[in-house]
């Protein structure tokens, strides 16, 4: 078996905004800032604090690997392009890289749909892919703007063993929703309580869980280790996690979307955004999968440890956007 990837809390959801705020402020009280200087992903990139100068692209990303990936592709999508672009990789959680956008600092940034229609908008009830995309510009502040989403999607699910499904006969959550009672959860604690999490699983399907093991690892070894263990019977992992197919275990299908969609979208300024550089990302959009989430997610964070510049540039000559 391969060693399972840990993922953090802080991926896509809105807990832990404070404290990523209260980091960027004091390293601007120290002088310096998260926003600070770029990568040198393509020659001829500012290496100042903002998207200013020879009309150069500044592309960054959260705090964690996935994003950083996207964001490489983006940078190696736009400089195929003829384009110049930059990256600002692991600028924090969505709270400060939003208002990076919005202040200038950088020009764009790979973002989940569900997760950004709840940040500007906390009463959201869309949940269909198709939904959220619909609502998303409607909602998002004067200067700021989404390009086409992709079929890739990183969002939550409820995970059994392959052995569990068999024994229940379990495809879907309808089918969990039967056994529930005897199901202990392995999730973050805040499961207990979220829209999606014990109240949404009730009041869509009618699944009561016997209780909840919380783990703080969004979905990584020691969640794996409780469900493969069977300490839990269902746990809450990641669809991008390669440790679903590392180990075999089964995503339940949620045909009544109580998890929001969370397709991966660029979230942009309208300040420097020109259509050559839409269409270079809506073509990566075009083609970028959730498989191919899960195995760029592999190759940064599993035994290779490819730099997200290396495992996005293997990426875009697989799928000949560079040659």
Known sequence: MKNPIPMTLTRRGLGGLAAGVGVALALSACGGSPLATPSTSAPGGSLGGGSAGGGSLVVGSADFPESQVIAEIYVGALNAAGLTATSKPNIGSREIYFKA?????IDLVPDYSGNLLSYVDTEATQVSAEDVYKALPGKLPDG??????????SKDAMVVTKATAEKYQLKSIEDLAKVCKDFTMAAPATFETRAYGFPGLKANYGCELKGLQPFNDGGGNLTLQALLEDKVQVADIYTTT???ADNDLVVLEDPKNNFKAQ?????????KMTDKAKEALNNVSKILTTEDLINLNRAVSGDQKQAPKDAAAAWLKDKGIVK
């Open 101 to 105: 956008v919005q202040d200038g600092s």
């Open 144 to 153: 700021l703007a989404v390009l086409e989403p992709a079929k890739a999607e």
């Open 242 to 244: 390669p440790s679903i």
């Open 263 to 271: 397709q991966v979208l660029p979230l942009y300024s309208e300040a």
